[in-house]
Nanobody, 125 residues
Framework: QVQLAESGGGSVQAGGSLRLSCIVS????????MGWVRQAPGKEREGVAS???????NYADSVKGRFAISRDNAKNTQYLQMSSLKPEDTGMYYCAARTEGRCVLPLAARLVHAWGQGTQVTVSS
């Protein structure tokens, strides 16, 4: 079993930055395929960023160039560095992991096995 716990959300003004963290616990070695998914009221669930076991990354066009996903295996932590935030980035951000099978990027929500509880990001103009 893999457990995920996000933190780091908050309220910032447009143009600001936030770094989200996701602590991985349980069977940490199974969290080989990870990512971040966001959802806002009235919007579709959107995969924002993902990373595979080799360190390859993928980003949604809406965040490309502004967000960066990374992993620190020693700390069992995944990060999402968000810069140049826009109001449309507002939403709940969920850490996600695929723990079985192949990891194909981007990580589709339907293939996620473990979810974090979510952390709220609010960007004001």
């Amino acid at each position: 079993q893999v457990q995920l716990a996000e933190s780091g959300g908050g309220s910032v003004q447009a143009g600001g930055s936030l770094r989200l963290s996701c602590i991985v616990s349980g069977d940490t070695d199974k969290a080989h395929c990870m990512g971040w998914v966001r959802q806002a009221p009235g919007k579709e669930r959107e995969g924002v960023a993902s990373i595979d076991g080799d360190g390859s990354t993928n980003y949604a066009d809406s965040v490309k160039g502004r967000f960066a996903i990374s992993r620190d295996n020693a700390k069992n932590t995944q990060y999402l560095q968000m810069s140049s935030l826009k109001p449309e980035d507002t939403g709940m951000y969920y850490c996600a992991a695929r723990t079985e099978g192949r990891c194909v990027l981007p990580l589709a929500a339907r293939l996620v096995h473990a979810w974090g509880q979510g952390t709220q990001v609010t960007v004001s103009s």
